[in-house]
């Protein structure tokens, strides 16, 4: 079975788009997983992201379990801290917010996810993570105590980007943030994606399918719909 990284290269090397739904266990009440599972087995989505910026319940290892019982798709976590870690998962983007300068999200809570790490089989994805600013303070502002990136300031969001990729990161993530009341400038999208070689993921603030297409035409290589999906399940059907 190739890897899912390797399987995102290939699709950036063909020029095909990928779609990733991201499902917050804190907004997941587990007796609709089977109308939810249903509405995502019938969209376009190619992988399934799981995890939010606190999780607070214990739905975790259940809705991923319902998940991978009747869902074909990758199932990656995409975590806030190491306390969302499940072995149940496929891979796990392991994130840095490079955007920012806390230690606890730049390094910390990666070192604190060893022992789990260690104790699983996930296949792990450093991604560089960049939150950039939306209109309105989001989750991932407020829990990891950093300022997004200046949405007037795309150069600096490339710096960035180009930082991350001679880090190492082997992605990209462009970030508006949950409940976004604007999404990630399309011009900074098509900047960014001129400018790395290694797959750029675009999320938060994309409520419909145009908006979906925008982001692809100005290189993304995976779009993130989390919050649209989440306010209404038929988001794809409409």
Do not use: W
Not at 123 to 137: A, K
Not at 149 to 155: C, D, P
Not at 189 to 203: C, D, E, Q, S, T
């Amino acid at each position: 079975m190739p890897s899912i990284y390797s399987q995102i290269l290939k699709a950036k090397a063909e020029n095909r788009k990928l779609l990733a739904i991201l499902l917050d266990p804190d907004k997941i009440v587990l007796e609709q997983m089977d109308a939810i599972i249903s509405k995502i087995n019938q969209s376009p989505a190619t992988h399934i992201f799981v995890g939010g910026s606190l999780v607070e319940n214990n739905n975790m290892d259940g809705l991923i379990l319902r998940m991978k019982q009747n869902c074909p798709l990758p199932l990656v976590l995409f975590p806030g801290n190491p306390s969302q870690i499940s072995s149940l998962a496929d891979g796990i983007l392991f994130l840095s917010l490079i955007s920012g300068r806390n230690p606890d999200y730049l390094i910390e809570h990666q070192v604190n996810a060893v022992p789990f790490l260690k104790q699983t089989n996930l296949e792990i994805i450093s991604t560089g993570y960049i939150l950039i600013e939306s209109g309105t303070e989001t989750a991932v502002e407020r829990v990891s105590k950093t300022k997004p990136l200046s949405r007037n300031n795309a150069t600096y969001i490339l710096q960035t980007a180009q930082a991350g990729e001679m880090l190492g990161n082997k992605l990209i993530y462009l970030e508006a943030g949950s409940g976004a009341k604007q999404a990630v400038p399309l011009e900074t999208i098509r900047l960014v994606a001129k400018n790395i070689r290694i797959p750029l993921l675009v999320g938060g603030g994309i409520m419909d399918s145009r908006e979906i297409q925008k982001a692809y035409d100005a290189g993304a290589d995976l779009v993130v719909i989390g919050t649209a999906f989440e306010k209404d399940i038929n988001f794809f059907k409409s």
